[in-house]
């Protein structure tokens, strides 16, 4: 997870990377407008601090609202890419010169001073980071739910996931990594490539457990994705991890939103 600034001034330079090292990011710093357009380009960035005053090319001179050119620049180069414009505060002293509606929709905050830059930042932290830390593993073979299930990881800036279509697949998956926060489940899916579909989520939900408890790790949180009904095929035997089945586009937000 990392952070582009677009910043000259060296006080607020060092304002802006404490409290960046505080909160565990990583972040690079463009001090002209062509260096960050080319930072955007290349990297995936989840924050953009701008700046408004800055030269647009190293050896220009300060344009007062190059800030203006670069959010142009930035939110036509993200929509010619179809990739999503990163989250974006502004730290200007010039900021009140600019008028609403040329920002609206498309900053997430803006300050004029060090007071206003950390209680932008505060909120920015408290609604974004949560979510982009939390790892998520999606088991899932259906393209259409696959993309539903993105679909709401993105529009509740959920971006660390994994996503396995087999339990082949899964199995090799938590061999690597088992540090899941959340798992999103189908009931049935098949057991490898191009095999029929089997009751393949009950099977990984206790062989898991089994692994879980050998290792000594927490399990993830299980929300079932599924039509099919997850507590009536358990037969009782409910797996620890499971915490509740959806199928919808609402539903999972919620479950989302409840153990997240």
């Known amino acids: 997870?990392?952070?582009?600034?677009?910043?000259?001034?060296?006080?607020?330079?060092?304002?802006?990377?404490?409290?960046?090292?505080?909160?565990?990011?990583?972040?690079?710093?463009?001090?002209?407008?062509?260096?960050?357009?080319?930072?955007?380009?290349?990297?995936?960035?989840?924050?953009?601090?701008?700046?408004?005053?800055?030269?647009?090319?190293?050896?220009?001179?300060?344009?007062?609202?190059?800030?203006?050119?670069?959010?142009?620049?930035?939110?036509?180069?993200?929509?010619?890419?179809?990739?999503?414009?990163?989250?974006?505060?502004?730290?200007?002293?010039?900021?009140?010169?600019?008028?609403?509606d040329q920002i609206k929709g498309i900053i997430f905050g803006k300050a004029r001073d060090e007071e206003e830059f950390y209680d932008v930042m505060q909120e920015w932290s408290e609604k974004r980071l949560k979510n982009l830390k939390t790892k998520i593993f999606i088991v899932e073979d259906e393209p259409n739910k696959i993309n539903t299930i993105k679909k709401v990881l993105k529009e509740m800036n959920f971006s660390n996931y994994v996503i396995a279509t087999c339990l082949s697949e899964a199995k090799d998956v938590l061999k690597k990594s088992y540090d899941f926060d959340i798992m999103i489940l189908d009931m049935k899916f098949p057991q490898s490539t191009n095999s029929a579909e089997t009751y393949s989520g009950i099977e990984l939900m206790r062989d898991m457990e089994k692994h879980y408890e050998i290792i000594g790790y927490p399990l993830p949180k299980t929300i079932v994705y599924s039509i099919f009904l997850f507590e009536d095929a358990c037969k009782g035997d409910i797996p620890k991890s499971y915490c509740g089945q959806t199928i919808g586009e609402m539903g999972l937000k919620e479950l989302l939103r409840q153990f997240c």
């Open 1 to 100: 997870m990392k952070v582009l600034i677009v910043e000259d001034n060296k006080h607020k330079l060092r304002t802006i990377t404490d409290f960046l090292k505080q909160k565990g990011l990583e972040y690079d710093v463009a001090k002209c407008g062509v260096n960050g357009i080319e930072w955007l380009q290349e990297n995936k960035y989840i924050l953009i601090i701008l700046d408004m005053c800055f030269r647009w090319f190293e050896d220009s001179e300060l344009e007062y609202y190059a800030g203006m050119k670069f959010l142009f620049q930035a939110e036509t180069y993200c929509k010619h890419t179809k990739t999503p414009l990163p989250d974006i505060v502004i730290y200007s002293e010039l900021i009140n010169k600019i008028k609403d």
